[in-house]
């Protein structure tokens, strides 16, 4: 597609359940990161990827969210037993390498709500 | 970890206005990012800067490596140019992710 795309936009869900976040990068971005931003607050980075090498975890706030990028290309961030503090928008970015120019594209995000 | 600091938290001011937006870093990078956020809006990168100067149209971003320092300008700011502007710095301490400053909110008043 033209654009990062992210899907759900919304999702509503039960304290407690498991939900998936979909992200779908610029074609040809090797760079994949996953934000969240709760509301009022700043940015903050979650995970990132970049090509085949390990991702980088150290922003996952806990063992309940993971992140995997399957082929280089989707990525899908879950979180498991949802807790209220996980509502937030849940925002994903593709860049190239710094080497060919790095900008980022974010998605319009994932607004996850815990009930 | 690096810690980025930004100022002023909150700008208002009158359209026509030369704008000010400052960014601070604790420790090096391999590169500076500045983007923009309109109230309900998703996010657009204006900059990606490793030294020196960009301009883009109104928008002039600028950084000085040694004093860890980036400052985004905005020259005869237009009402359209009320966004919340957040700097976001790559790399320092080894690791490859964005650290983001907590934003700058500007509104520019008609």
């Known amino acids: 597609g033209a654009g990062v795309s992210q899907s759900p936009s919304n999702k509503v869900t039960e304290k407690g359940k498991d939900v998936e976040l979909r992200c779908d990068p610029i074609?040809?971005?090797?760079?994949l990161y996953w934000y969240r931003q709760s509301l009022g607050q700043g940015l903050e980075f979650l995970i990132y990827?970049?090509?085949?090498?390990?991702?980088?975890k150290s922003g996952l706030p806990s063992d309940r969210f993971s992140a995997e990028r399957t082929g280089g290309s989707v990525s899908t961030l879950t979180i498991q037993r949802t807790q209220q503090e996980d509502s937030a928008v849940y925002l994903c970015?593709?860049?190239?390498?710094?080497?060919?120019?790095?900008?980022?594209?974010f998605g319009e995000g994932s607004r996850l709500t815990v009930l | 970890k690096n810690e980025v600091e930004q100022s002023p938290q909150n700008l208002t001011a009158q359209e026509g206005e030369f704008i000010t937006i400052n960014c601070s870093y604790s420790?090096?990078?391999?590169?500076l990012h500045w983007l923009q956020q309109h109230p309900g809006g998703g996010i657009v990168s204006l900059f990606m800067?490793?030294?020196g100067k960009k301009k883009h149209g109104r928008l002039i971003a600028t950084i000085n490596i040694q004093e860890k320092h980036s400052s985004l300008h905005i020259t005869a700011s237009h009402p359209r140019d009320s966004a919340v502007y957040i700097c976001?710095?790559?790399?320092?301490?080894?690791?490859?992710?964005?650290?983001f400053g907590k934003g700058t909110h500007l509104i520019i008043q008609p």
């Open positions: 970015a593709s860049s190239l390498p710094r080497r060919a120019g790095g900008e980022l594209f």
């Open positions: 074609s040809g971005h090797t760079a």
């Open positions: 990827f970049q090509g085949n090498s390990a991702p980088d």
């Open positions: 420790v090096g990078i391999s590169a």
């Open positions: 800067l490793s030294s």
């Open positions: 976001a710095v790559r790399g320092g301490g080894g690791a490859d992710g964005l650290t």
